[in-house]
């Protein structure tokens, strides 16, 4: 399984040491919705309880916790393991930190769900929340020793494909775009047969990128095991750690997008799957710097005569020359 998640786990016990600084930093809350659909039935109500409120299990006993769920303690105990915390006690620990950490950052509690009576100020007051906490929230749980690792190996392929349809085909097309500008080969593809003919003609030294929130949708795991089974190197992006898709990837970056009744791919997800892109875009521009720069400065020359003749101050620019 690639390396996914900076927060702690027990079946590993050299993460404390390694890893204890930036994990007292990660939400419990971003790990449990992003492993919420892999856990057992009676986990995912202990999860339920935990999210609905996760200040007040915070407080509250492991048995009542239990009652509240619908389930035993030991379920209770069995979903701490597997969201990645000891037992109950660190994970009643993690909340109450992660609650005062929620505190100190807004006074105002914009993260409801939107509703048919909310008027359009209060839309734009909670689009603008949620896309800033998955901003948030993507950076501080995103594994910067993964990212660092992918940053090389794109910097280093002699060919990019990148994968993804739906909302995900605009953020791939994203990554193009961005890795075109700094002169690195690369496509985007959204086609299901063509992102199948890319995959089979790709190979060792090259790199696959598949894109992906719920990491399940079947074009685009099917292209990656593909790619991976003709040699390239294999990467996802998805919100997910232990979706179908990780199990065809050698490196995965996860997102921390929270699920609204229109998400649907198109908002706060796709807003964190283009902040892991602009971070790899970058990473991948500072490993040939000189070249990044010079490609830069020649795509944006290319383009400038097509831009109108006024300043963005609405003055028109002087003419060369004068």
């Known amino acids: 399984m690639p390396g996914v998640s900076k927060f702690p786990t027990s079946s590993d016990p050299d993460a404390k040491d390694t890893t204890a600084a930036t994990e007292q ?3 419990p809350l971003v790990r449990i919705r992003s492993l919420l659909p892999g856990l057992a039935r009676a ?3 202990v999860a339920k309880v935990v999210l609905d409120d996760p200040s007040s299990v915070a407080r509250r006993s492991i048995t009542e916790v239990a009652l509240a769920a619908k389930t035993s303690e030991t379920t209770v105990t069995r979903f701490c393991k597997a969201i990645g915390v000891g037992g109950y006690p660190q994970l009643r620990i993690a909340l109450a930190a992660d609650t005062a ?7 105002r509690d914009l993260g409801g769900d939107i509703t048919a009576d909310d008027d359009l100020a209060s839309v734009v007051s909670k689009v603008g929340f949620a896309d800033a906490r998955a901003v948030e929230e993507t950076t501080e749980q995103l594994d910067i020793a993964e990212l660092t690792r992918v940053t090389e190996l794109i910097a280093a392929a002699g060919r990019v494909d990148v994968y993804g349809v739906g909302a995900s085909a605009f953020v791939a097309a994203d990554l193009q775009q961005k890795m075109h500008r700094i002169g690195r080969v690369c496509f985007a593809w959204s086609d299901t047969h063509i992102m199948l003919t890319s995959a089979a003609v790709l ?7 598949a894109i992906s929130h719920s990491g399940a949708t079947t074009d685009t795991v099917e292209a990656l095991r593909v790619a991976r089974e003709h040699g ?5 992006v998805t919100n997910f750690p232990r979706s179908p898709i990780t199990s065809v990837a050698d490196h995965v970056l996860t997102t921390a997008a929270r699920e609204t009744t229109f998400r649907s791919g198109a908002t706060a997800s796709r807003i964190a799957q283009l902040t892991v892109i602009d971070c790899l875009f970058i990473g991948v521009a500072q490993q040939h710097l ?3 720069m010079a490609a830069l400065g020649a795509t944006r020359d290319a383009v400038n ?3 109108l003749g006024v300043r963005p101050d609405g003055r028109r620019r002087a003419e060369r020359g004068q």
């Open 43 to 45: 986990e995912q109500r």
């Open 203 to 209: 190979g060792e030294g090259d790199v696959a990128v």
């Open 305 to 307: 005569g097509h831009r």
């Open 101 to 107: 950490r929620t505190e100190a950052r807004s006074s």
């Open 25 to 27: 930093e990660t939400s």
């Open 232 to 236: 390239a190197t294999t990467v996802a």
């Open 290 to 292: 000189d070249e990044a």
